[in-house]
């Protein structure tokens, strides 16, 4: 994977207007310190409380990763107790989040309607292939520890949303069901793509239309991800 310095690199206080540009150029926009350290550090301590939570519990924490301990989190946003986790209960409902949200996907755009947390462990397999989304959507992603590409960090291939867009569009107007959408990439493809290496604290916000990857994990280290999810109105699911 190529690592560079990417003209989607953006400042903590950018205004929604840089981040909707560089979201329609690349599809993908990067906000360093987006959260501070002391943030970051609550926010830590909350991703530990939530996997050890009764919330946890209900939602059946999945190990998703064949042969490894990595697992997710699930949450509905209406789920989460803004008293027990205010940072990120505050970090979903910043008007940077609602803003880019609705000027990227409409004003009736449902923002960060689901929220997930990951914690991937070391193993030789990349977190995840090559790929587009299914259900399309505007994510947004936060680094917890520094992440870079020898822990797993987020890849993609910038101003592919077009060609991703393109396909799933084509797919459900041939009349394939959303589940059933091919969308994993070759590997080779891999080379095209540039690592999203962060410090904690960065922000990622993506469309899903994007060509994107999870990197592999290496030993001794760990890859710990917290990121919510908007939604266009008229989503196909």
């Known amino acids: 994977m190529r690592m560079t310095s990417l003209p989607f690199n953006l400042v903590q206080d950018a205004n929604p207007g840089d981040v909707l540009e560089s979201l329609e150029s690349y599809g993908v926009a990067r906000l360093p310190g987006f959260l501070d350290l002391e943030d970051v550090q609550t ?3 909350e991703f530990d409380a939530l ?12 190990y998703y990763r064949p042969n490894t301990d990595s697992r997710a989190l699930e949450l509905r946003r ?3 107790d803004p008293n027990r986790f205010p940072t990120l209960a505050r970090l979903f409902a910043a008007d940077l989040v609602s803003d880019v949200t609705h000027d990227y996907l409409g004003d009736a755009a449902d923002v960060i309607n689901g929220i997930y947390l990951t914690h991937d462990l070391p193993h030789p397999t990349p977190v995840t292939g090559l790929h587009f989304d299914r259900i399309h959507a505007l994510k947004f992603y936060v680094y917890l520890r520094a992440t870079v590409a020898a822990n797993g960090a987020f890849a ?4 592919s949303h077009r060609e991703g867009r393109a396909r799933r ?8 069901r959303v589940r059933d959408i091919p969308i994993i990439q070759p590997d080779e493809r891999l080379a095209e793509s540039v690592s999203l290496e962060g410090g904690p604290g960065t922000m990622l916000i993506f469309d899903t239309d994007v060509l994107h990857a999870g990197g592999v994990v290496g030993a001794g280290s760990e890859r710990r991800i917290v990121r919510g999810h908007s939604h266009a109105a008229d989503v196909a699911r």
């Open 43 to 45: 926010l830590d301590a």
């Open 51 to 62: 996997f050890a939570s009764e919330l946890a519990a209900r939602a059946a924490v999945r």
């Open 78 to 80: 209406a789920q989460l």
């Open 156 to 159: 993609c291939i910038p101003g």
């Open 169 to 176: 569009l084509a797919h459900l107007s041939n009349g394939v």
